[in-house]
């Protein structure tokens, strides 16, 4: 009787340490503020021909004004 009663206990225990219980993950942890001080907003820029919105990085800059792509630099 008590042997089964210690199963019973042994496979409770089992089940909640496998499924129930979660271990915080401290990696996870120190990584999430440096995440957050990491993100850099981008300054976005109007094309000069067709007025989309592109970030600065991503346009090319000629005479002063930014363009989105080589199509609208040759319009």
Known sequence: MILKL???IAVIGIVYFMF???T???SAKKSSPSKKSEQK???????ASC???CSVEDTILNA???Y????CLEK
């Open 6 to 8: 210690l199963l019973v």
């Open 20 to 22: 129930i219980k979660k």
């Open 24 to 26: 915080p993950i401290k």
């Open 41 to 47: 907003s981008e300054e976005m820029v109007p094309c």
């Open 51 to 53: 007025g989309t919105y």
């Open 64 to 66: 002063g004004k930014y």
């Open 68 to 71: 989105c792509s080589r199509e």
